[in-house]
């Protein structure tokens, strides 16, 4: 089920998929002005693989990669 999550203004602040209550798949989120700000992966509600931030001009800043912790 795909999810939209807004700022107190009304623009849109993120969207992706949910599995019941936990975010799975894709993410992104964006600032007010509507420009891409960040998007990466969640696996089962937790942050996984590759997270990209971008500039307000759509230029890519960083990239992590998020690895599963370990017990």
């Known amino acids: 089920m795909m999810k939209n999550i807004y700022h107190r203004d009304g623009s849109l602040w993120g969207k992706?998929?949910?599995?019941g209550?936990?975010?799975?798949?894709?993410?992104?989120?964006?600032?007010?002005?509507?420009?891409k700000m960040r998007s990466g992966y969640f696996t089962n509600g937790q942050q996984s693989?590759?997270?990209t931030t971008f500039d307000k001009y759509g230029k890519v800043v960083k990239v992590t990669?998020?690895?599963?912790?370990?017990q």
């Open 16 to 19: 992706g998929n949910m599995i």
């Open 21 to 35: 209550k936990k975010p799975d798949g894709l993410w992104t989120w964006y600032r007010k002005d509507g420009t």
């Open 49 to 51: 693989g590759k997270w």
């Open 65 to 70: 990669f998020i690895t599963k912790k370990t």
